[in-house]
């Protein structure tokens, strides 16, 4: 399993995390955590009570909390003081000094959840109240109460969609899961898993889980190592995904299930089918209009197939425009020119090959007309007109010619008086018969 990166240099990514922060900040995901800042109201002492939510659990022996202070202008945290709780889990910070600009917050001192409290969004610090619990790697009791999948933008011209994606999850028992990450045999399925269409790439994920866990990759999409205390946590994924043709299908599996599952696509900008979803409906987020389908209560290791289609194409001129930025046309350049050298080669070796076949009608017919030539070759050697090399050369090819035409000659010549003598002999054969009889 490998760590994955989170961040993308692409323009769509950036406009991505532009529609992430907006849905953050009109807290369209996760509700508004009060930003630590000093008290209205200066006080002294800060009391309160840890307690273990388990059924049967307790504290741990030895158990601590720690005090903090948080310096917003020098954008520090300082650790002020640890103390342990009372054998009934109760604990006191006192002889506090606020100063402008500090900010205090209380953290239960567990091993691997460390849950806190912000002081500066609480009006009676004497019952401050921290939850800890004990642990299990165990999934049964966890689900998807709800989980939404968007389409925000999309790049026609890339054939790129951005796509948001909000999970609550629900640990529905009262045990804190966490996985054994010392479990020489932990897979992706020991760990708190999510699907994720093929081929995606520039993943960002933003949670309300406690922090101390990694974003892992498996070949399915993603999985999370974070404590998963019980109640509902908020999960924001956001990724790039290229589409071939004006559609991309998804194969949505949910190993924890679902209560409720809703998809969006831009108003105009394609569409999304699903089987067992209702019709489609019409939502504004923010300015924007969204086509919108849901459907609701998906058993555990459901798979929900989903489609969608129409999404926005590049242009004729941007088609065109890409394929000169691009190296496309150089390639092509490439093998026209290489397909027209090859069939201007293979029309030469045709050629030189039938030449060869076929007889030179500029070559000298007789004996006589070879001779004639050489004495002409050696004329216009004699007097500068042709060069040495091509001299020599050609008076090779005319000697070499001349002897072709006496053998052709002797042979000819030596036919023609063989044929005399057989006729004669045959003329003889049969005179002795007739003289015979």
């Not at 601590?64 to 006191?92: C, K, M, R, W, Y």
């Not at 889980?209 to 990694?214: S, Y």
């Not at 987020?285 to 929900?304: K, L, M, T, Y």
Request: no cysteine; aromatic share 8%.
């Amino acid at each position: 399993m490998n760590f994955m990166n989170i961040y993308s240099d692409k323009n769509i990514g950036t406009r991505l995390v532009a529609v992430l922060a907006f849905m953050l900040i009109a807290t369209v995901v996760f509700a508004a955590s009060p930003t630590p800042t000093a008290s209205a109201q200066a006080q002294d002492s800060i009391s309160g009570i840890v307690v273990n939510g388990s059924e049967g659990g307790r504290l741990p022996d030895n158990f601590t909390v720690l005090l903090l202070t948080i310096d917003e202008s020098a954008g520090q945290i300082i650790e002020q003081e640890e103390i342990p709780v009372n054998d009934d889990g109760t604990f006191t910070f006192s002889n506090l000094v606020s100063e402008p600009g500090i900010a205090f917050r209380v953290v239960a001192n567990g091993e691997k959840y460390t849950p806190s409290v912000d002081m500066a969004g609480v009006e009676d610090w004497s019952r401050v109240r921290l939850t800890v619990y004990d642990e299990t790697q165990s999934l049964d009791m966890i689900t998807f109460s709800s989980y939404v999948m968007m389409i925000p933008t999309i790049d026609a011209r890339s054939r790129q969609a951005g796509i948001l994606a909000v999970v609550n999850v629900n640990n529905q028992g009262d045990r804190l899961w966490i996985p054994d990450l010392q479990d020489p045999d932990l897979t992706g399925f020991d760990l708190l898993r999510f699907n994720l269409p093929e081929g995606f790439s520039d993943l960002s994920v933003e949670t309300e889980l406690p922090a101390g866990g990694n974003i892992l990759e498996i070949p399915t999409g993603f999985a999370m190592t974070n404590p998963v205390p019980p109640g509902e946590s908020a999960i924001l994924m956001s990724y790039i995904l290229e589409y071939e043709g004006d559609s991309f299908d998804f194969d949505l599996k949910l190993p924890y299930g679902a209560d409720q599952i809703r998809l969006l696509v831009p108003d105009g900008g394609g569409r999304v089918e699903a089987s067992g979803f209702g019709e489609i409906e019409s939502v504004v987020v923010g300015d924007d209009v969204f086509n919108s389908i849901e459907g609701e209560n998906f058993a555990i290791d459901h798979e929900v197939n989903i489609t969608f289609t129409d999404l926005p194409q590049p242009t004729a001129l941007q088609t065109l425009s890409d394929f000169f930025d691009g190296r496309t046309y150089i390639i092509v350049i490439i093998w026209v020119v290489g397909l027209a050298l090859l069939a201007i080669l293979g029309y030469a070796i045709y050629s030189t090959r039938k030449s060869d076949s076929e007889p030179d009608d500029d070559e000298p017919a007789t004996r006589e007309d070879v001779l004639a030539e050489i004495a002409s070759l050696d004329d216009d050697f004699e007097s500068g007109n042709v060069d040495q090399d091509k001299y020599e050369r050609r008076r090779e090819e005319l000697k070499d010619l001349a002897m072709e035409l006496d053998s052709s000659a002797d042979t000819q010549d030596d036919e023609s008086k063989d044929e005399p003598a057989d006729s004669d002999a045959s003329d003889s054969d049969e005179q002795d018969e007739k003289t015979e009889s």
